[in-house]
């Protein structure tokens, strides 16, 4: 790591704003939970606009606000935000992450959707103010009878002619093309963190070259079906004949915990089964991974996934922590 990477990194500015930056992401995300222009309108550009896969362009806060609604007094709406990034400048940045949302009103929709979102400021000790959004649904399940007006993602068949566009590239829309020297940083920690963000977005959006980022050349691990498999070289194809029969599916996640030993670091990161509701401590598996730092990139260099539910409350992370870090807690088989 270069002496002005970390300068950069330790600057208590870049930190601040980045700190300030993920809070008004999850001021949007509340303000799209409560279908509300007010509180969206505190948080966006007067000329805030949305380009979303569902409901098409949208201008203003009180449509950008409302996008998921409108709600009838018998519908129950939850929704949530994961695996966010954030990459940019003290005054320009762009955020991605995952939602995951469902509307209940006797039967229930449930719904999936990516997100990329620029904010901005005058200068940096202004707010960050939300300029733009874009929102594609990724997989739904459920009674579509509760949005009949939406236009619901093509699952299960190739494509054809007629087929809606997409409205994120992964290639042209992600943040870390955007800003591949990302100096909105806030510590190692938070770095080590946001791999998983990279790796999840890799897979899920079919962006290669980001998965291939989120390896070192020599990693390993115990990959779910595939089983065991070594080096970059194989964990990527496995992983790309997997992901094309079954491009729906999204790695939500939370990182429980993470630890930082020089150049090594381990992260314990909670599977979220979306489908079933957000629950703070319940999840359907867990990875522990541990990286290597390569300039001011983490990668992974050796992952597994365990299956089963179980509450992070009856987990001791930091013991885990330790035997991922150390590679004695490593399942081969």
């Known amino acids: 790591m270069t002496a002005q990477a970390l300068a950069d990194q330790s600057a208590p500015e870049y930190a601040l704003a980045h700190e300030a930056g993920i809070m008004t992401i999850e001021r949007m995300v509340a303000a799209l939970r409560h279908d509300s222009a007010v509180s969206m ?15 098409g362009l949208l201008f203003g806060p009180e449509a950008v606000g409302g996008m998921f609604g409108p709600f009838t007094d018998s519908q129950k709406f939850e929704l949530y935000s994961t695996n966010i990034y954030l990459a940019g400048s003290l005054t320009t940045a762009r955020a991605s992450g995952y939602l995951a949302g469902h509307i209940d009103a006797g039967s229930r929709l449930s719904f999936g959707a990516i997100f990329v979102v ?39 068949k190739v494509w054809e002619i007629g087929d809606p566009l997409h409205v994120i590239v992964s290639e042209l829309d992600a943040p870390w093309h955007l800003y591949p020297g990302n100096r909105l940083r806030s510590d190692l920690t938070r770095d080590v963190e946001d791999t998983y963000a ?46 094309r029969a079954w491009p729906w599916m999204q790695h939500y996640g939370e990182v429980l915990g993470s630890r930082v030993d020089g150049d090594m670091a381990a992260m314990i990161v909670g599977r979220i089964i979306p489908q079933a509701g957000k629950d703070a401590d ?40 330790g035997l991922t870090l150390s590679g004695k807690g490593d399942r081969p088989e």
Do not use: C, N
């Open 41 to 55: 309108g505190m948080l966006a550009d007067s000329a805030v606009t949305a380009t979303t896969s569902h409901s």
């Open 118 to 156: 620029d904010i901005m400021r005058p200068d940096d000790s202004a707010d960050w103010t939300i300029a733009s959004l874009k929102v594609q649904l990724t997989w739904i399940e459920g009674d579509r009878s509760l949005r009949p007006d939406w236009t619901y993602p093509v699952h299960e």
């Open 198 to 243: 990279r790796y999840s977005w890799g897979i899920d959006q079919s962006d290669f070259g980001l998965l291939v980022s989120s390896y070192a050349e020599d990693a390993a691990g115990t990959f779910s079906p595939m089983g065991p498999l070594s080096g970059r070289h194989a964990i990527i194809g496995v992983q790309k004949d997997f992901r």
């Open 282 to 321: 319940v999840f359907g598996a867990y990875y522990p991974l541990r990286l290597r730092r390569d300039g001011t990139l983490w990668r992974i260099v050796w992952f597994e996934y365990r299956a089963g539910w179980f509450s992070s409350r009856d987990m001791d992370i930091d013991e885990l922590l």
